[in-house]
C-alpha cells in the first residue's frame, strides 16, 4: 500500500481557518494552500483583503490562491489584478464561467500574458480544460483545477477525465493539473497514480493522513477495540 513518502503529488490544504493554516504552515508536507469564498464564509472571515494578509504573514513562500469574487469581467479583471500584488506566491483563483454561463477564456488569456499566475477553478469537462490550457499556454506558471470531487458524486469515474486532462496539458510545461474536491484519502493514491501534479485536501481530511499505507489488520483490530471502548464507556448492558 501507499505511504506518504511513496506519494510524488503535491498536497495543498484547502481551507480558510487561519489557525488551521498556521499549523500547516509547519508543515512540510504540505505544499501549497487554496481558499475560496465559501469557505471564507465558513471559517466567519468578514474582511477578506485583511484575511488574506494575515494568512500571507504566515505562509511566505508556498503557493496560494485567493479567488475573485465578482461576476463582471471588468469587476472580475480589478480584482484579479490588484490580488496579484498581495504577495511572490500568490495565485488568482478565476472561475472557468461567470453566474451567467460565460466562457472567462478572455479574461484568462489577458492576465496570463500580462504574467498573472492563474489558479482556473469551478471545472468539470475537459472542454473546459481544452479551452483553459489554449488561453493560459503561453503565459506564466498556472493550475487547472477540476473537481474531480463533485464529478464522482455524479456517479461518473473521474479518473478518465482526468487522465485526458493530463494529456491536454502535457505539451504545456507551465500548467500543472489540480485534483480539487477529494472525497477520501483514496483519492490521494489515484492523483498520485495517474501523474495528478496537485491534489487540495481540506483540514479535516488532512487529519486522517497517518492511516495512509496502515496495516489492515491492525486497522481491524483498532476498529473492535474500539467498538469495545465505546459499549464499556456507554455502560450497556442486557
Not at 511513496?6 to 484547502?14: E, G
Not at 481551507?15 to 508536507?29: Q, V, Y
Not at 490550457?133 to 477525465?161: H, K, W, Y
Request: hydrophobic share 45%; with cysteine.
Amino acid at each position: 500500500m501507499k505511504t506518504m513518502n511513496d506519494l510524488r503529488i503535491k498536497i495543498f490544504a484547502d481551507g480558510a481557518d487561519e489557525k488551521g493554516i498556521a499549523e500547516l504552515a509547519a508543515n512540510p508536507m504540505i505544499k501549497g494552500y487554496t481558499t475560496n469564498p465559501t469557505l471564507m464564509r465558513a471559517a466567519g472571515v468578514s474582511d477578506y483583503e485583511a484575511f488574506a494578509h494575515r494568512v500571507l504573514k504566515v505562509v511566505t513562500e508556498a503557493p496560494i490562491s485567493f479567488e475573485v469574487f465578482a461576476d463582471e469581467w471588468d469587476e472580475m479583471e480589478r480584482q484579479a489584478r490588484k490580488i496579484t500584488t498581495w504577495g511572490k506566491n500568490v495565485f488568482v483563483k478565476i472561475p472557468i464561467t461567470n453566474t451567467r454561463g460565460d466562457s472567462a477564456a478572455r479574461l484568462m488569456h489577458r492576465l496570463a500574458l500580462d504574467g498573472i499566475r492563474l489558479n482556473i477553478t469551478g471545472m468539470l469537462t475537459v472542454e473546459q480544460v481544452r479551452t483553459s490550457a489554449a488561453c493560459l499556454a503561453n503565459g506564466p506558471e498556472c493550475i487547472i483545477s477540476v473537481f474531480a470531487g463533485r464529478i464522482a458524486d455524479t456517479g461518473v469515474d473521474p479518473i478518465p477525465l482526468m487522465c485526458e486532462a493530463l494529456e491536454i496539458m502535457r505539451p504545456h510545461p507551465n500548467l500543472e493539473l489540480l485534483w480539487a474536491s477529494p472525497r477520501e484519502l483514496l483519492n490521494i493514491v489515484q492523483a498520485d497514480a495517474i501523474g495528478c501534479h496537485i491534489i487540495t485536501v481540506t483540514h479535516d481530511l488532512l487529519k486522517k493522513l497517518p492511516i495512509l499505507g496502515k496495516d489492515l489488520e491492525e486497522y481491524s483490530l483498532d476498529t473492535v477495540k474500539m467498538f469495545h471502548r465505546d459499549a464499556q464507556a456507554a455502560g450497556f448492558a442486557l
